[in-house]
């Protein structure tokens, strides 16, 4: 299972970023998808799930109605799109799956919103 996140970059608040998730080495179509992030002295905190088909999505408060998770089956990618940024959303985000019960995850991409 490999997952290689892309498109973080340092952004103003109030504005956007679109994060990608390429994964390969298991059957993408068939794993719910998450999106995490880590800021530094905090704990890591789910920001978006996807189920594997697509139709269903959950977000937490934090980042509900700011923030859409969706997913390509046909290019086993899932991105990340982020609306009205706050500071409070800096840190590294990642993506990650349970396959055969065991969590992956890739190496991430930095976001920081700061003007």
């Known amino acids: 299972v490999q997952l290689v996140e892309s498109g973080g970059a340092l952004v103003q608040p109030g504005g956007s970023l679109r994060l990608s998730c390429a994964a390969s080495?298991?059957?993408?179509?068939?794993?719910?998808m998450n999106w995490y992030r880590q800021a530094p002295g905090k704990e890591r905190e789910l920001v978006a799930v996807i189920s594997h088909g697509g139709s269903s999505t959950n977000y937490p408060d934090s980042t509900k109605d700011r923030f859409t998770i969706s997913r390509d089956n046909t290019k086993n990618t899932v991105y990340l799109q982020m609306n009205r940024l706050k500071p409070e959303d800096t840190g590294v985000y990642y993506c990650?799956?349970?396959?055969?019960?065991?969590?992956?995850r890739g190496q991430g991409t930095q976001v920081t919103v700061s003007s």
């Open positions: 990650s799956a349970v396959v055969g019960g065991e969590i992956f």
């Open positions: 080495g298991f059957t993408f179509s068939s794993y719910a």
